[in-house]
Nanobody, 118 residues
Framework: QVQPVASGGGLVQPGGSLRLSCAAS????????MGWYRQGPGKQREFVAT???????NYADSVKGRFAISRDNAKNTVYLQMNSLKPEDTAVYYC????????????WGQGTQVTVSS
């Protein structure tokens, strides 16, 4: 019913920018926290950023000041504006819809590849 679809990844040079999008099909409750996680080659999946329905944001220390997360509730879409990209940002980026209520399921997107390289 709820199927997040991530897009916007690609190849970018260091210092460049990308904007990721993740649109969730169907309806999603406003209580869901929307966010992004990433997983580099051979590494664990790690937290990147989240945004609540009211616009409250949290960022991993590694991306603070460079990334900006936002959401459009009318479109069921979360965005990640990534600036000043570094090679260490290279990863598959996954959209996540997280319920603060344990009885409701979480949803994950399929992932979109971001490669930062010269």
């Amino acid at each position: 019913q709820v199927q997040p679809v991530a897009s916007g990844g690609g190849l970018v040079q260091p210092g460049g920018s990308l904007r990721l999008s993740c649109a969730a099909s169907g309806s999603i409750s406003s209580i869901y926290i929307m966010g992004w996680y990433r997983q580099g080659p051979g590494k664990q999946r790690e937290f990147v950023a989240t945004v609540s329905s009211t616009g409250s944001t949290n960022y991993a220390d590694s991306v603070k000041g460079r990334f900006a997360i936002s959401r459009d509730n009318a479109k069921n879409t979360v965005y990640l504006q990534m600036n000043s990209l570094k090679p260490e940002d290279t990863a598959v980026y996954y959209c996540n819809l997280h319920s603060p209520i344990v009885t409701l399921p979480d949803y994950w997107g399929q992932g979109t590849q971001v490669t930062v390289s010269s």
